[in-house]
């Protein structure tokens, strides 16, 4: 079994956007984020098919913490 214990978060484009109005407006948006479905999903299966590509079989990922 391969573990990999480094990863880095995958995540719909536009998240980003949402990410710079989060630390813009220091942790108070004036909006939720409008990221569909479907952007989560296709960005879950890219990392599972690196995943796939490198053999590993479980990966740890812990978000970092939204810093005040």
Known sequence: M????HAHAVIPPDSYKYMGELVASRGNPA?????SDE????????IIDIMDGMGSDIQF???RPYMQ
């Open 2 to 5: 391969i573990i990999d214990s």
């Open 31 to 35: 909006a939720a984020p409008k990221v």
């Open 61 to 63: 990922l812990s978000p």
């Open 39 to 46: 952007a989560v999903r296709v960005a879950g299966q890219s």
